[in-house]
Each structure stands twice: as structure tokens, then as C-alpha cells.
Nanobody
Framework: QLQLVESGGGLVQPGGSLRLSCAAS????????IGWFRQAPGKEREWVSC????????LYADSATGRFTISRDNAKNTVYLQMDSLKPEDTAVYYC????????????????????WGQGTQVTVSS
């Protein structure tokens, strides 16, 4: 069973930073493109960012551009989402997801079509 485990969430003041981690359990993340999504209370799930299997391609939602940075360390089997200049509207449960369909092309999977999901980590931005 492929498992993704998110960590690093918490309570932070506006303007602060957090680094989320997405670790794989029981399998290698090497062939998987990874996406980060978030869902705020009462809202639909929103795509935030993605990274290709080899890290050569990254994409960001407009809300994340310039403030969030996605990266991966395949040796540690982990993908990160560095979030800076956090705003109250960034408050949400953050999920990572994996998809292997773009391994050969080393493409970012984009906004949909992910096969595997983690359970999420809560991020709260509040003073």
C-alpha cells in the first residue's frame, strides 16, 4: 500500500513561514510527480503546486507564486513545500499527492489526476 505522510503544519503568525514535508512510506518517490493541494473549511480543494519526478519542472498556483517553493530530495524520499509570507487566507489542510504517469517525460502532473493522496496537515495562519 502506497502511503504519503504530510508533516510540518501548525500555527503561525501572518508573515511567518512553515515548511511542509511529504514523505513516502513503503515505496520510492523517484518516479512520481508530486502535487500539493489545500482545502479550507467550506471551500473546495485547491491545487497549490507540483514538481516533476526529477525536479526539473515546477508549477505554482497564482496564490502561491513568489511565496511558496516546492522542492524534493529523492535521497530522503521526501518532497517539501516551503511557505513564506504566510497570510490568514493560507489557512487550510494541506495535502500532498503522487502520480507516476509523467515519469518518462519528467513533467509536473498539474492540477488533477493524482493516484495517491496523504491524510493532510493543518496550517493555521493567525495572530
Amino acid at each position: 500500500q502506497l502511503q504519503l505522510v504530510e508533516s510540518g503544519g501548525g500555527l503561525v503568525q501572518p508573515g511567518g513561514s512553515l515548511r511542509l514535508s511529504c514523505a513516502a512510506s513503503g515505496f520510492s518517490l523517484d518516479p512520481y510527480g508530486i502535487g500539493w493541494f489545500r482545502q479550507a473549511p467550506g471551500k473546495e480543494r485547491e491545487w497549490v503546486s507540483c514538481i516533476s519526478p526529477n525536479g526539473g519542472s515546477t508549477l505554482y498556483a497564482d496564490s502561491a507564486t513568489g511565496r511558496f517553493t516546492i522542492s524534493r530530495d529523492n535521497a530522503k524520499n521526501t518532497v517539501y513545500l516551503q511557505m513564506d509570507s504566510l497570510k490568514p487566507e493560507d489557512t487550510a489542510v494541506y495535502y500532498c499527492a503522487a502520480e507516476s504517469a509523467y515519469f518518462v517525460q519528467d513533467l509536473c502532473p498539474g492540477t488533477a489526476g493524482y493516484a495517491y493522496w496523504g491524510q493532510g496537515t493543518q496550517v493555521t495562519v493567525s495572530s
